[in-house]
């Protein structure tokens, strides 16, 4: 099964080298950086290390959009600029989805802290996806290819695109959520604060689901 591995960039250039030549250990069909007009040494790091670089209007949904339409594989993996993928979640993800009952799904949330808030943030954020079917980008989307196709991809939205794209995916088909984990920085919770960050996204998902306008709930979630 071919694999392409798409990551979205904006300003990326401290952590993007890390994670592209951790993607190249797992050896897929193709790495893609869909970048949303960084000003930074992102798109350089991004032409070194990865099979294409497409930029776009700034938008995570957008940037993901477009290197999908420019993706040969078969199966579509979307990874976070600083997410981190083990070549064994990898090679699970590969053995499930050669069963053609799934369509597509993710992988277990694991934050890279010791701290013990945030390891409790990451096993609710997996309860959360588990059981109530809400799972965010940064634990790995995996699709295939005619599936995302047919659902139009991400939607265009500011926000939470994250959330409604697996929402759609799972009223599709059979999806599966994966016991291996992608790991994920914690720099978000670090820097803008452990209990204030974990509170507005759980906000966020609330208001999002009951249905308020993704641009409104943008203004509470700035880009890096």
């Not at 265009?156 to 999806?175: A, H, M, Q, S, T």
Request: aromatic share 10%.
């Amino acid at each position: 099964m071919k694999v392409s591995i798409i990551v979205p960039t904006l300003n990326e250039e401290l952590v993007l080298e890390k994670t592209l030549t951790q993607i190249q250990q797992l050896s897929p069909h193709e790495l893609i950086v869909g970048d949303g007009g960084s000003d930074d040494d992102t798109r350089l790091i991004a032409k070194k290390f990865s099979h294409r670089v497409i930029t776009s209007s700034t938008g995570r949904a957008i940037q993901m959009n477009a290197g999908a339409d420019e993706a040969t594989g078969d199966l579509l993996l979307f990874l976070h600029a600083d997410n981190r993928l083990e070549p064994e979640s990898y090679r699970k993800m590969l053995e499930h989805m050669e069963n053609p009952e799934w369509i597509g799904g993710a992988f277990t949330l694991c934050i890279e802290s010791q701290k013990w808030s945030i390891k409790l943030i990451a096993l609710l954020a997996n309860i959360r996806s588990k059981y109530f079917g809400l799972a965010y980008g940064d634990q790995g989307f995996f699709v295939r290819k005619e599936v995302f196709k047919n659902m139009n991809g991400f939607s265009p939205l500011p926000i939470c695109e994250d959330l409604d794209f697996y929402r759609r995916l799972r009223k599709i088909g059979p999806v599966i959520l994966l016991k291996e984990k992608t790991h994920t920085s914690p720099r978000r919770w670090i820097k803008e604060g452990i209990v204030f960050t974990a509170a507005r996204n759980i906000l966020i998902a609330i208001l999002f689901g009951l249905g308020f306008p993704p641009r409104t709930l943008t203004k509470w979630y700035p880009p890096h």
